[in-house]
């Protein structure tokens, strides 16, 4: 992933060529969202953001399987955090497959891959205390992953870049969820 280009700071009075904007907005209308100020490799953020949603795919399927499979005394807050999980890992995949048909590009829901793609791991683990270890460790890796994204986007894609934090901000908020879980049941 490139470096972070610093942001040019506003200075003076803000003017903007309206009439060109609008010129070019006729020209290019089969373009939908992405405007000429658009400075991210387009095709490369596509790539990346399916990946994410492979990520956000595989996560909401292993929550949802902990969820079926969690036993035992310990396991009702449990299973209210995966199922919780699971519907948000889902949201985010909306999210990021409606980011990507703006961009142009086409949400790979393909099965076929799907692990390869992404960034977490699915697994099925025989006891409650593995499943949460499992789930901490997934949200710690989307969480360096998703940090590493936004870092990257930097000001090429504002738009991309504030849903990877939005998206950041519930993984962060997962992963303290699971910390806490473990924490009580470990």
Known sequence: MALQKKPAKATGRF???????????????????????????????????????????VCSLRYKSHFYFSKGLNAEPARAEF???????????DWVAERITQLGGEPNFDPKGLAERSHSEYGRHANLLTMIQEDLVAE????????????WLGDDDTTTRRMIEDILKMEEQHADDMANLLAKVG
């Open 15 to 57: 003017v903007a060529d309206v009439k060109k904007m609008r010129e070019r907005a006729r020209r290019h209308m089969q373009s939908g969202a992405v405007t000429e100020s658009y400075r991210a490799d387009r095709a490369q953020v596509i790539n990346v953001l399916n990946e994410v949603l492979a990520t956000e795919i």
């Open 83 to 93: 199922l919780q999980h699971a519907g948000d890992e889902q949201q985010h995949a």
């Open 140 to 151: 710690r890796v989307a969480i360096e992953a998703y940090s590493e994204m936004v870092r």
